[in-house]
T-cell receptor, first 113, second 112 residues
Framework: DQQVKQNSPSLSVQEGRISILNCDYT??????FLWYKKYPAEGPTFLIS?????DKNEDGRFTVFLNKSAKHLSLHIVPSQPGDSAVYFC????????????FGTGTRLKVLA | DAGVTQSPTHLIKTRGQHVTLRCSPI?????VSWYQQVLGQGPQFIFQ???????GRGNFPDRFSARQFPNYSSELNVNALLLGDSALYLC???????????FGPGTRLTVL
């Protein structure tokens, strides 16, 4: 039972344009969401998070949007840079539970110069 | 400041053997979580420890066990290795069980 889904395994974007990565979840108990970036041979690096009490959180070029009614979140990267090329994972958790993270399967982003 | 460290970096074992993976959290962090990442999948939660107590366990068989030491470092043990245990094992530390988790580089385990 995949509670967190990233339906696009890969995405290619031109440098300078917007990258939009999507994530859907099924468990209504999830109330905290995170995005991680992963380069080969490294562990995931925390990017940005959002609590379910908000619908948007921004940090520099990265913005996460949360639509609770649709159980959908997205990560926007503007402008995209070649160094952003990596695998992006969304993760969800319930802060009233064991706080284990449930990860999606990842989206490989390639930013073309 | 040193991040999360894991050892060894790579490991090759044969079926039926036992393996111990080690993790040192970020200084001051008291919670450690373990994840298994199989190729093409996202990390899967195995265990979470906080203040040396198990706080959560994922859907893994009893062959998987872990512990946390007084200095907050942690070990993950896997007995009777199977081919399907081949994966990247990630350790994450956080200040507490409900804080953001920061990941180490992982240990790549190959079971032949």
């Amino acid at each position: 039972d995949q509670q967190v889904k990233q339906n696009s395994p890969s995405l290619s974007v031109q440098e300078g344009r917007i990258s939009i990565l999507n994530c859907d979840y099924t468990n209504s108990m999830f109330d905290y969401f995170l995005w991680y970036k992963k380069y080969p041979a490294e562990g995931p690096t925390f990017l940005i998070s959002i609590s379910s009490i908000k619908d948007k959180n921004e940090d520099g070029r990265f913005t996460v949007f949360l639509n609770k009614s649709a159980k959908h979140l997205s990560l926007h990267i503007v402008p995209s840079q070649p160094g952003d090329s990596a695998v992006y994972f969304c993760a969800a958790t319930s802060t009233s539970g064991t706080y284990k993270y449930i990860f999606g399967t990842g989206t490989r982003l390639k930013v073309l110069a | 400041d040193a991040g999360v460290t894991q050892s060894p970096t790579h490991l090759i074992k044969t079926r039926g053997q036992h393996v111990t993976l080690r993790c040192s959290p970020i200084s001051g962090h008291k919670s450690v979580s373990w994840y298994q990442q199989v190729l093409g999948q996202g990390p899967q939660f195995i265990f979470q420890y906080y203040e040396k107590e198990e706080r959560g366990r994922g859907n893994f068989p009893d062959r998987f066990s872990a512990r946390q030491f007084p200095n907050y470092s942690s070990e993950l043990n896997v007995n009777a290795l199977l081919l399907g245990d081949s994966a990247l094992y990630l350790c994450a530390s956080s200040g507490g069980p409900d804080n953001e988790q920061f990941f180490g580089p992982g240990t790549r385990l190959t079971v032949l």
